[in-house]
């Protein structure tokens, strides 16, 4: 059974960074998109970033762009997103997401909930 699970959430002051990392498991994602979605409270769940199979393709939302990188290592497993100049705005859940089906970034962007695997989510929390 695949299991996500993200680590690296926790409090920092608005313009700091922090890196989220993903642990994929109980499946072989080296052929599978991943990428990041988040939940702010009393929001729609929305997405963040998508990288593809190779890790040579990477998309971002408008919000992410500029700010936040996705990066993967399929030989571990694993896919990472560093959030630089962080803003209050980005408290959210966040949560590390692998495509079921296919290893582009429309696997991801575009791919209904059930065609995702989900981790748990991480919150993290940006002060003002």
């Known amino acids: 059974q695949v299991q996500l699970v993200e680590s690296g959430g926790g409090l920092v002051q608005a313009g700091g960074t922090l890196t989220l990392s993903c642990a994929a498991s109980?499946?072989?994602?080296?052929?599978?998109?991943m990428g990041w979605f988040r939940q702010a409270p009393g929001k729609e769940r929305e997405f963040v970033a998508a990288?593809?199979?190779?890790?040579?393709?990477?998309y971002y939302a408008d919000a992410a762009k500029g700010r936040f990188t996705v990066s993967r290592d399929s030989a571990k497993n694993t896919a990472d997103l560093t959030m630089n100049a962080l803003k209050p705005e980005d408290t959210a859940i966040y949560y590390c997401?692998?495509?079921?089906?296919?290893?582009?970034?429309?696997?991801?962007?575009?791919?209904?909930?059930?065609?995702?695997?989900w981790g748990q989510g991480t919150q993290v929390t940006v002060s003002s």
């Open positions: 997401v692998a495509s079921r089906t296919g290893g582009t970034i429309g696997d991801i962007v575009q791919a209904p909930p059930l065609n995702l695997a």
């Open positions: 109980g499946g072989t994602f080296s052929m599978h998109a």
């Open positions: 990288i593809n199979w190779s890790g040579h393709t990477t």
